[in-house]
């Protein structure tokens, strides 16, 4: 991996970076800037920046901590091409969690917007059970989706896993965006979202009218 700026530091400051590095990108849970010199200084986390970079990495600031996650550009990537897309059941039953622990506080004011997805309301496998999916179909989704964390178990019920923490502040608001259009599409925020999302797909005039003036 070729990073001039790694390259051009101090063997000791190398290695703080490249530990900084690894530590976001293994860590289930925000990396404390305290614990890692390359994330405490600002020069440093510069660094850290763009050797995340070179992967497709980004780093992301997270409950007052650091992790790592893909960068838009690859995340649609790697969608279109269908890496890491989830099987259909899968997809269906983490919809349901993103539903109800989530978008539904959420919208009700129960949780405040900017706390983490992780910190939402625990659902139930009962609660899930009475939206038509059978006990099958579940157990097998919920136990996947929990080995790769994307759910977690706790006494109350499931709530989503740590690789939500992992999500860019644009990928997170594109999905609670689509939530939003799937829980309430008749609501005054859905349609203004369908019409903001026209208004990005219509191409922008290549020049405004100008006023032809006759040639004196």
């Known amino acids: 991996m070729d990073v001039p700026a790694l390259e051009a530091l101090s063997y000791n400051r190398r290695a703080d970076v490249r530990a900084a590095v690894c530590a976001v990108e293994t860590a289930a849970l925000p990396v ?13 986390r510069v ?4 050797v995340l970079a070179a992967s497709g990495r980004t780093l992301l600031a997270v409950g007052g901590g650091y992790l790592s996650g893909y960068t ?4 649609q990537r790697l969608a279109h091409e269908g890496i890491g897309v989830l099987p259909r059941d899968d997809r269906a039953v983490l919809t349901l969690i993103l539903l109800f622990s989530v978008a539904i506080p959420r919208a009700s004011g129960t949780t405040l917007p900017d706390q983490l997805w992780t ?7 009962d609660q899930l059970k009475d ?3 059978s006990d099958v179909v579940l157990t097998s989704a919920l136990q996947r989706l929990t080995n790769a964390d994307l759910v977690r178990r706790t006494k109350a019920g499931y709530v989503l896993g740590n690789q939500f ?3 860019t ?3 997170g608001a594109e999905l609670f965006e689509q939530l939003i259009l799937l829980a309430d599409p008749d609501s005054p925020l859905a349609e203004s979202l369908r019409r903001r999302r026209t208004l990005r797909a219509v191409p922008m005039a290549t020049a405004p009218d100008q006023k032809v003036h006759d040639t004196p």
């Open 119 to 125: 910190l939402g309301t625990p659902v139930p496998r």
């Open 32 to 44: 404390r800037p305290a614990h890692y010199r390359a994330l405490a200084e600002t020069p440093l």
């Open 165 to 167: 923490l992992r999500l």
């Open 47 to 50: 660094v850290v920046e763009q």
């Open 72 to 75: 838009d550009e690859i995340r």
């Open 131 to 133: 939206c038509q999916v």
């Open 169 to 171: 502040p644009t990928a």
